[in-house]
């Protein structure tokens, strides 16, 4: 089965810092490409950073660009986004996601939705708030 169990959110003060992890279980990580969105209260869903397993390759939103950095964990079923400098409008639920790699031509695909390309599985997500 399937699961992916983000953490690390919280209630930060505007330029501190997070590390949200994404446990998953019930396949491997080395068949999948892997990625981060947020979703805020009457905002659209924003995919914020995506990784390849395959090569590595990586996308950033230009939002977190320079501030949000992905990575996977030596343990391999994990997966990182450490947020620096966290703004107000970081404020969202964040949630990690996955796609098979064989269905995937690039990570950039994932992260903005584009033609029809998303995550397959996502998990519950973990909340951050920026606020001072």
């Known amino acids: 089965q399937v699961q992916l169990v983000e953490s690390g959110g919280g209630l930060v003060q505007p330029g501190d810092s997070l590390r949200l992890s994404c446990a998953t279980s019930g396949f491997s990580l080395d068949r999948y490409e892997v990625g981060w969105f947020r979703q805020a209260p009457g905002k659209e869903r924003e995919g914020v950073s995506c990784?390849?397993?395959?090569?590595?390759?990586?996308y950033y939103s230009n939002s977190v660009k320079g501030r949000f950095t992905i990575s996977r964990g030596n343990a391999k079923n994990i997966m990182y986004l450490q947020m620096n400098n966290l703004k107000p409008e970081d404020t969202a639920t964040y949630h990690c996601g996955i796609r098979p790699s064989d269905t995937v031509t690039s990570v950039q695909h994932i992260c903005t939705f584009f033609n029809g390309t998303d995550f397959s599985s996502w998990g519950q997500g973990t909340q951050v708030t920026v606020s001072s």
């Open positions: 990784l390849s397993t395959r090569d590595g390759s990586t």
